[in-house]
DNA sequence: ATGCTCCTGCGAA
DNA sequence: CTAACGTTCGCAGGAGCAT
């Protein structure tokens, strides 16, 4: 019945540290695509009161004070790192969730209980001396528990070794416990929920944890009718088996500069399709249908806003980038007016299916079909060899006038030659 | 009344 | 120097539509 839920500590900013060592001890953030908000904060930031998602003009003048340092997110870094750490964890249990880029769930069921604290402490050990990252380890019998016993984990409720098992502390010791975090610290509620469930004098986890079920269930979901059943222990939510593909794939950007005309918008548009029927490909999937989005900046309130989606048809479903460049340019063109300026646009595949499940119609050209695939297969090799981007197609331009700000991005360490850290 | 699909809101990382 | 506020995904539930 035990689950961990592993997670690493301020994981980008982790990532940071392993190859400069020259960050650790020192306030660090990373901040998002466009040098936006602060996505992953040190442990000395956080200690300044500077929240996650706070933009980075607004703590400018408290980092210079303190000498944060700042750095653009590096995500070819953190992928590759992710997935070393996942791969070590995947050898302490035989089932493994990867629930995001920096946590996953295992399955602890027929481990020794008397033995879990121990395991635990093995699995940070192993992960920081394998790849340097620390990590935080909660145990319980559910994964909404096991959640909470690593939030747990990383404040030091449990002791200061950066595991918690919620299976070592009597009725009595939880209790008290959960008496003195905010409910809004639960995964799954978020602040709209924490919000209405103040205004019932639910406050803390112990509070929603003994509130009646039925209440729950009527007066929000059922969602979190099954939040309160796995905070006692109650199993609902299922540790779920890779391999399932994605239902939607997004891809959007933020513009380092806002954009007006169609011409760069268009780039921006195909130069996303691109990227997103690269993953609709790694899944395996077609799309039926692909979404173009397009937006001014909301927070420019003394500028004209427009934003206006469009969904567009295949049809049939394809995972040719080709097709799906012309039929996203099709739908900016439909829904793009002139005389704004444009901060993002964001293309959306959307109807997928394996791609061995579609049947093929009466206007299929096998041979087309074949000749498709095959580029489509020579240009996703070539990308991933010679790096992202370096064979496309004309229509994604060269200019990119709209490519984001990545002022202070680190060096793609572990998976470029030419960026290799050189030890002195 | 029933069963779809589409769209929006919410949460999470 | 200026101006500057993320991205991607799933689920639930209601709206709108067809039957």
Sequence with gaps: MPIALVDCNNFYVSCERVFNPKLEGVPVVVLSNNDGVAVSRSN??????????????KMEKIAKQHGIIALSSNYTLYGDLSARVMSILSTFSPKQEIYSIDECFLDLNGFDPKTLMDYGMTIRQTVKRNVGIPVCVGIADTKTLAKLANHCAKKGFAGRNGVCDFGRGTEEQ????????????????????????????????????????????????VVLGRTVSELNGVPCIELEDAGTPRQQIMVSRS????????????????????????????????AASICVYI??????????????????????PSDDTTKLVNAAIAGLKAIYRSGYHYKKTGVLLMGLQPKGSIQPTLFDDPVEQAKSDSLMSVMDAINHKMGQGSVGILASGIKQQWAMRRENKSQNYTTDWDELPVVS
């Design 295 to 316: 937006y001014t900046n909301p927070h420019r309130e003394d500028e004209p806003q427009y934003q206006q989606s469009k969904i567009v048809p295949l049809s049939q």
């Design 255 to 286: 513009f380092g500069a806002t954009v007006t005309a169609l011409e760069d918008l268009s780039e921006s548009v195909a130069e996303f399709t691109i990227r997103a029927a690269e993953k609709l490909r790694q899944d395996g999937s077609v």
């Design 44 to 57: 000395e930031v956080k200690a300044l009161g500077i929240k996650m998602a706070e933009p980075w003009f």
């Design 174 to 221: 939880l209790s008290k416990l959960f008496s003195r975090i905010p409910v809004g610290d639960i995964w799954g509620v978020g602040r709209k929920i924490t919000d209405k469930l103040l205004t019932m004098s639910i406050k803390t986890v112990e509070d929603l944890r003994t509130a009646d079920p039925e209440r729950i269930h009527a007066q929000f979901s």
